[in-house]
């Protein structure tokens, strides 16, 4: 017996008038109780931690300028040794790892 592998199952059309069916008959939440919904969570957001502490701290990172033996790859934008330059076109060097 031949089965026809392009026609649409009976299941799958019950299954996907149920789905219908149940989204049709959801309670979904009106759009009034879902923005006070978001207005609430971002009246919480802030300063907090998951613990309930507050951080003070800040950040400081040195920033260590680019050295005349070193380069930007312009594929990867990691900053390479000389050593490591593949090719440069354009004005723009490339890294022997992005050369590969």
């Known amino acids: ?3 026809d592998y392009d026609e649409p199952r009976s299941d799958v ?3 996907q008038n149920n789905s219908l069916e149940a989204l049709q ?3 979904a939440p009106d759009a009034r109780s ?3 919904d978001l207005d609430e969570a971002d009246a919480l957001d802030g300063a907090e931690t998951p613990g309930g502490e507050f ?3 800040e950040l400081t ?3 260590i300028p ?3 033996d070193e380069f930007t790859c312009y594929s990867c934008f990691l ?3 000389r050593s490591q330059l593949a090719r440069e076109k354009n004005g723009h060097a490339y890294c022997t790892d992005c050369e590969g």
Do not use: F, G, P, Y
């Open 13 to 15: 059309k019950e299954s």
């Open 79 to 81: 900053v390479r040794h």
């Open 34 to 36: 879902v923005v006070r």
């Open 55 to 57: 951080i003070s701290e």
């Open 66 to 68: 680019q050295k005349d």
């Open 25 to 27: 008959s959801a309670n």
């Open 61 to 63: 990172v040195q920033v």
């Open 1 to 3: 017996m031949a089965t």
